[in-house]
């Protein structure tokens, strides 16, 4: 199979900052691989979780790197590709779009879509959170009227760990809860929290009826989550601290769910792996996203029936987008019924 690769830059409508950063703009790889007449599409976005921060440069230079190497193989041929990839030390991100591409090829070899390919109920699927990153208290009501104006939102995840400390966060994320009291609200710390301001705000998020906190200890300090789980009612989430499937069993016993990303899993045979994994191990499932565009939000949406939450936003903030596919009905991100992903050049982007 061959394999193209394509640069794209993307920019966000509202500029999102988290407990590690601001983001308005992210440059993004698309990859293509083409066999027997059909054409496959992938997405690879960079991100900075982990040990080895995956920049739009390293992710392009792995892809040309592995790609004469991949050129033997069909891509009915996953599993060995796989085993190329895992040698080769390739990051994730390109094993996400590498794997996306090639179920894409397929669902348009057999003429169906992913979803219906896998026997999945496209109605099960759950409304997807839609974020409002760190802000002042007037910021973070503004973002949400923004957000109630833009598109159909049932669901508010609201980033916390503010450096400005836990009341700033609580201003916050009352001033949120103030300008949609009708919506569900979720809490991401991205790790911002200690032990002791973890134990404070969740206790406090549980009685204001926030759903569940996600990552509140940063990635490293996994140890200190099962004195966490003691000492609060809010169901936890790890992000950060959980990448693939192997790192399940080891947090099993100390969160409630795992929050799954295509890119730092490594695609969706991966995501697969990892939905039975927490499954086997009686946690919640979550699938979310990082800057990614339509092309991959899509990909995810066809595994959507299987998450209990949703958090696949990013291609819902974008001004851009360069690709059109799942579409957003009743505060949901459904795929369509094209074969493979569905996706396809937006008019802008042609």
Not at 127 to 146: C, F, K, L
Not at 226 to 233: F, M, N, Q, S, T
Not at 325 to 330: E, K, L, P, R, Y
């Amino acid at each position: 199979m061959q394999i193209q690769v394509e640069i794209f830059t993307v920019n966000k409508r509202f500029p999102l900052t988290i407990s590690r950063g601001t983001t308005a703009q992210t440059t993004n790889v698309w990859v293509r691989i083409s066999h027997d007449g059909i054409e496959g599409w992938g997405e690879a976005s960079p991100f900075t979780v982990g040990t080895r921060p995956q920049s739009t440069e390293s992710i392009k230079d792995a892809l040309l790197q592995v790609a004469p190497s991949l050129q033997a193989f069909s891509p009915l041929q996953r599993q060995e590709i796989e085993q190329v990839l895992t040698k080769a030390l390739v990051p994730s991100s390109v094993r996400a779009a590498l794997d996306v591409a090639m179920h894409d090829w397929l669902g348009k070899r057999v003429g169906l879509p992913l979803w219906q390919m896998w026997g999945l109920d496209r109605n099960a699927i759950v409304p997807t959170s839609v974020t409002i990153g760190i802000n002042s208290p007037e910021g973070a009501r503004a973002r949400a009227r923004d957000w109630l104006q833009f598109t159909d939102v049932r669901v508010l995840k609201v980033k916390l760990g503010s450096p400005d400390g836990i009341a700033a966060d609580q201003k916050m994320l009352m001033a949120v809860r103030e300008e949609a009291p009708a919506l569900e609200l979720y809490v991401d710390a991205n790790g911002g929290w200690s032990l002791k301001d973890a134990v404070l705000m969740c206790n406090w998020l549980a009685d204001i009826g926030v759903k569940y906190v996600e990552q509140p200890l940063p990635r490293g300090q996994e140890e200190n989550l099962l004195e966490l789980k003691k000492r609060i009612p809010l169901p936890i989430f790890v992000d950060e601290s959980c990448f693939n499937s192997s790192d399940i069993p080891k947090l099993a016993n100390c969160v409630d769910g795992i929050n799954i990303k295509l890119m730092k899993s490594g695609g969706l045979t991966e995501a697969m792996r990892m939905v039975h994994t927490a499954r086997s191990h009686k946690l919640q499932v979550m699938f979310g996203c990082y800057s990614d565009s339509t092309l991959a939000n899509t990909a995810f949406s066809q595994l959507a029936p299987l998450a209990d939450y949703l958090d696949l936003d990013s291609h819902l903030n974008l001004i851009d987008d360069p690709f059109i596919g799942a579409f957003v009905q009743d505060g949901r991100i459904l795929p369509n019924d094209l074969p493979g992903l569905g996706v396809q050049r937006s008019a802008s982007g042609a």
